[in-house]
Nanobody, 128 residues
Framework: QVQLEESGGGSVQSGGSLRLSCVVS????????MGWFRHVPGKEREGVAS???????TYAGSVKGRFTISQDNAKNTVYLQMNSLKSEDTAMYYC??????????????????????WGQGTQVTVSS
């Protein structure tokens, strides 16, 4: 059974930074991709960033240049460093994992249904 647990959320002022962590437990067979999504009630879940087993990364346009996704395979942990936070970044942030495929990573950021396992989420609130 694969489980994902996020941490690191909180409240911060606009322009501030937060680092989210997601610890993965359980065995994931084969190459896989880790991702971060966010959700605001009343809106669709939005893909934020993803990182493949070879450390190649993909970002949503709204966060490119401000957020950085990374992973530490020894710790089974994926991170999301969020800088220059804006009020519109306020959301529940989820990490997820899916098997690696031949389809583009950018496509999978728009297709939450393609991800196999999800964490419970961590809330990020940015005040202006």
């Amino acid at each position: 059974q694969v489980q994902l647990e996020e941490s690191g959320g909180g409240s911060v002022q606009s322009g501030g930074s937060l680092r989210l962590s997601c610890v993965v437990s359980g065995y994931i067979y084969g190459s896989h991709c880790m991702g971060w999504f966010r959700h605001v009630p009343g809106k669709e879940r939005e893909g934020v960033a993803s990182i493949e087993s070879d450390d190649s990364t993909t970002y949503a346009g709204s966060v490119k240049g401000r957020f950085t996704i990374s992973q530490d395979n020894a710790k089974n942990t994926v991170y999301l460093q969020m800088n220059s936070l804006k009020s519109e970044d306020t959301a529940m942030y989820y990490c997820a994992v899916r098997p690696s495929t031949l389809y583009s990573s950018a496509y999978y950021l728009t297709f939450p249904e393609g991800w196999s396992y999800w964490g419970q989420g961590t809330q990020v609130t940015v005040s202006s």
